[in-house]
Each structure stands twice: as structure tokens, then as C-alpha cells.
């Protein structure tokens, strides 16, 4: 049976499912039924300086967006950090991990642009044995404006600077959770490392309005008539999560930084991709808010199975295995020739692909009076729009053409060797001018 125990920059848990800092980790309550469930790490909600805790509002906190089926998509989040004090929050860690001593328990912390205001709150945190910190540079709401959270992580100077101080003035492995509202990740990634931090974490919230009520023309949730923007999470954004992910992953100059991943991680093949793209453990929200906690469960039978499957004995044996081949564009084989066919067994005639390929498309579904439709090779350019489209999954699949064979839609032979746009002959860049 697959072994999916982590080593995440020196910290042990039995799985790689943490619960990333959120309301489902405020307090000893809720952390010690989330490791009962059978997490196998916890990143306690951010903890701020001591003295007066902050207010949050005392309305609704979420906004939503639904699939059709109103499966829940995405949360808009306008909570800020613990509204506990800092006081009451070291001793409820202190008590979960003595009790829990195998589980992982990291603390989030956020405080100002100071070192000493980080230097006096990371002596608080070493007391309660926790594993880790976790340093908030994403929230993009109410923290923000206080000059914290995303203000500081979208400065990569601050990053580094404060990832520094904290190495300084403790022994703890420092995570820096980065934000995604900012044009290039890898900027304050490297930030993170040349300042010392032993991994970084990512995505935290993405800046957003969900919707607008339009009976009291205010962004939702509204708290007195009025709304603000703040921070999505859910499954909606895990493609961002995923390739900001793989651009640290990839980049020469962070490409050995240890990755937690974070962004809509539902299902255990959601945290198999995470991790093939070089996260070496996931974190999880909106799920366990949707869900509930014993949604780990599933995550780890599933990983676990497919793992058997795949002949893993560790999660090592696959973490990273798909960052070489995520490549830039002009890298690709452009040698490569593809077409659509449809299974008439499976075809439902729904007629879907065909108005899709039709309307938007490049016309190359036929469809006949009684409804039969097929791919008219001749115009098909492979770029599966049908099988997306399809409501019946493996009904339409992407085949390739073999070598030698002819493109009937260019006149052109298959070619097996590899090709790219770097050397191809329509790239004006390809040779030198004249």
C-alpha cells in the first residue's frame, strides 16, 4: 500500500493534506476535529500582535459563485485574520500539539512592516512547539490597507526582508505564502528564498467581486447596503494556481524551492496535480467548507489508490514529474498533427460539437438528416473544442495522425521529427536579416 507520509522541509505528517490558514483552522475546536477526521497538518488561522485583536464585520462574510447544478465554485471571502486574542490562540496551539505531536500545526502570522514587531510575535509562537510559520504576505482585503498581507507581498524587497528577520530571530522553517495579485510570481518567490525562507506557499486569495445584488446595487456580500472586494478561493481558481505553481517550479532560479500548494484542491486528483507540478503537499479551504472535514477521507483513499495503481510507493516518486513538460509556447511541436473523432456508439446526437464547431469554430463537423455527425478531417485543426463541449465523456477523443501520413486539411506530410517555433520558416525571428 502507497506510503503517504511527508517530509515537507523538515516537517513530518502522516498525509499531505493540510488545512490552510482559513476559518476552518481558528481555533482548538475546529483543529482538533480536523485531525481527528485525519488531516494530516494544520495552518492555524493568522495570528496578528498582541493587544486589541481586529474587528471583523458582523454580517455575511462570503460571496459565491455556482455551476448550473449550484455546485459551488468559488467563495469571495471579506474576513479578515483571528479576531481572538493572540494570547488565547498560543495556548489553544500549545494544547493541540502536545495532544497531536504527529500531526503537522504551523502558524500563520501577519504583523507590520517592522522587525521587531516580528521579532517579538515569533517568540510568542516558538513557545507553543508548533512546527513551522507561515508568513501571510496574500490577503487582499482589510489587511491590505493596514499596509499587510498583499501590500507586502507584492513588494519582493518586503518579502525578502522579512523572510530574513524571521529566520534571524527563530530556528522554525519559514513558509512564505505569496499572493496572486501581482504580475509575475516568480518576482517574490526568488525574494522569498534569497531572504531564507525554506519554501513558499501559494496562491492565497484572489482580489474579487463575486456578483452585485441588484435591488441594492451593492457587491455581495453586503454588509449595511455596501460591499467591498476581497479574497477568491475555491475550485474556480486552481488554473491559476496551477501555473503559478509551475512557474516557480520551472524557473532556474526557484526550481528547487519547496512548494505547498494551495488554490481549490477538492479531490485527491486535484492534489496529484498540484504535486506533479512541484508542490510537495497541498492545502485546503473552500473544500472542507463545502464539504466538511472528513472530506479527507476521500482524498487520501484516492490518492492512495491511485498511487497502487501507478506503482508509487511515495509521494516523491511523483512531485515534479510534469514540470518538464510544462514548456513554454514556442516550445511546442508544432509537427505535431491531431483530429477529432467521434464514437458513434457513444454520440447521444445531442448536436452539441456540431453547433460549437459551426458557429464558433472551424466548420469541420458534418451532421446528417437523421443527426449522425462527423469529423470532416479535411478542416480540422485539432483544437478539441468538441470534446470539451461533449456531454458524454470519451464520446469525442484527439487522435494523432502517424508520420508519413497526410494532413488532408494542408496537403502536407506528418513529419516525426520534433519542430518548434523557434525554427520554424514563417518566424520572421527565426533567421538572422539580411
Same mark, same amino acid.
Given at each position: ?11 513530518? @505528517? ?54 448550473a ?9 471579506? #474576513? ?24 503537522a ?21 516558538v ?28 513588494v ?85 494556481a ?21 488554490g481549490?484542491?477538492?479531490? %485527491? ?16 479551504c ?14 487520501? @483513499?484516492?490518492? @492512495?489508490q %491511485?498511487?497502487d ?35 458513434q ?19 469541420a463537423?458534418?451532421?446528417? #438528416? ?30 494523432a ?19 518548434? %517555433? ?13
Amino acid at each position: 500500500m502507497a506510503d503517504l507520509t511527508t517530509d515537507f522541509i523538515g516537517i513530518k @505528517s502522516p498525509n499531505p493534506f493540510w488545512l490552510a490558514s482559513a476559518p476552518p483552522t481558528d481555533k482548538e475546536y475546529n483543529v482538533r476535529r480536523a485531525f481527528d477526521a485525519g488531516w494530516g497538518g494544520v495552518v492555524w488561522k493568522t495570528l496578528g500582535e498582541a493587544g486589541p485583536p481586529v474587528v471583523n464585520v458582523n454580517g455575511p462574510r462570503y460571496g459565491a459563485i455556482y455551476g448550473a447544478d449550484r455546485r459551488l465554485l468559488g467563495l469571495n471571502n471579506i #474576513e479578515l485574520i483571528t479576531d481572538r486574542p493572540l494570547e488565547v490562540n498560543l495556548e489553544e496551539m500549545k494544547r493541540v500539539k502536545r495532544d497531536y505531536p504527529d500531526r503537522a500545526l504551523i502558524a500563520s502570522l501577519m504583523v507590520p512592516m517592522n522587525e521587531e514587531a516580528w521579532r517579538e510575535i515569533l517568540h510568542r509562537v516558538v513557545d507553543t512547539g508548533c512546527d513551522g510559520v507561515e508568513l501571510n504576505f496574500g490577503c487582499p482585503h482589510g489587511m491590505s490597507e493596514r499596509g499587510m498581507g498583499s501590500a507586502m507581498g507584492q513588494v519582493p524587497e518586503y518579502v525578502g526582508q522579512v523572510a530574513h528577520w524571521c529566520k534571524k530571530h527563530s530556528d522554525l522553517p519559514v513558509i512564505v505564502k505569496l499572493t496572486p495579485n501581482i504580475t509575475d510570481i516568480r518576482k517574490p518567490a526568488q525574494a522569498a528564498m534569497e531572504g531564507g525562507a525554506d519554501a513558499v506557499s501559494l496562491i492565497n486569495t484572489i482580489n474579487s467581486i463575486t456578483s452585485v445584488d441588484l435591488d441594492l446595487f451593492a457587491p455581495e456580500p453586503t454588509i449595511d447596503g455596501q460591499g467591498a472586494h476581497g479574497g477568491y478561493c475555491g475550485p474556480a481558481v486552481k488554473p491559476i494556481a496551477l501555473n503559478m505553481v509551475a512557474e516557480i517550479a520551472r524557473d532556474p532560479a526557484t526550481r528547487n524551492l519547496p512548494i505547498s500548494g494551495i488554490g481549490g484542491v477538492t479531490t %485527491w486528483r486535484d492534489a496529484a496535480e498540484f504535486m506533479s507540478l512541484g508542490a510537495g503537499n497541498v492545502q485546503v479551504c473552500t473544500a472542507a467548507m463545502t464539504y466538511g472535514f472528513k472530506i479527507v477521507e476521500e482524498m487520501i @483513499s484516492g490518492l @492512495s489508490q %491511485w498511487m497502487d495503481e501507478k506503482g508509487y510507493e511515495n509521494t516523491r516518486d511523483f512531485v515534479g514529474r510534469a514540470v518538464p513538460n510544462t514548456v513554454n509556447w514556442q516550445d511546442l511541436n508544432l509537427n505535431y498533427v491531431a483530429k477529432a473523432v467521434i464514437s458513434q456508439d457513444d454520440c447521444i446526437k445531442c448536436g452539441r460539437c456540431y453547433a460549437a464547431c459551426e458557429d464558433t469554430s472551424h466548420q469541420a463537423i458534418s451532421m446528417s #438528416e437523421d443527426r449522425t455527425f462527423e469529423v470532416i478531417d479535411a478542416e480540422c485543426v485539432a483544437c478539441n473544442l468538441c470534446v470539451n463541449v461533449c456531454p458524454v465523456e470519451g464520446c469525442i477523443t484527439m487522435e494523432a495522425m502517424a508520420p508519413g501520413t497526410t494532413d488532408p486539411r494542408t496537403g502536407k506530410v506528418v513529419e516525426a521529427e520534433y519542430a518548434n %517555433w523557434t525554427t520554424h520558416p514563417n518566424n520572421p525571428g527565426a533567421c538572422a536579416a539580411e
